[in-house]
C-alpha cells in the first residue's frame, strides 16, 4: 500500500500545481484581486470564447484528478491505521 500512496501524493502534488496554473489562466470578471494587476483595464465581449470553454473544462476535469487524489489518501488512512 505504500507504492500506492506515495503514488497518489505525487499525484496530489502535480495535479494541485497543475490546477493553480489553470486557476492562473482564466479571465477575470471583474472587481476582483485580478483587477488588481491590471486584469480590469481592458474589455472584453461578454460571450466565452472556445479557448475559455475548453480552459474551464480542463480546470474541472484536474479539480476533479484532485479530490480523487485527497479522498484516495484519506481511505489508505483510515483503512490502514
Known sequence: MDAVRIGLQVLLVISG?????????????GGGVS???GG????????SSVAEKNLTRI???MALVWVTA??????IDRFNA
Open 17 to 29: 500545481l497543475f490546477l493553480t496554473l489553470l486557476i492562473l489562466l482564466h479571465k477575470g470578471k
Open 59 to 61: 480546470t474541472i476535469m
Open 35 to 37: 483587477d488588481m494587476f
Open 70 to 75: 485527497v479522498v484516495g489518501i484519506g481511505l
Open 40 to 47: 480590469g483595464l481592458s474589455t472584453s465581449m461578454s460571450s
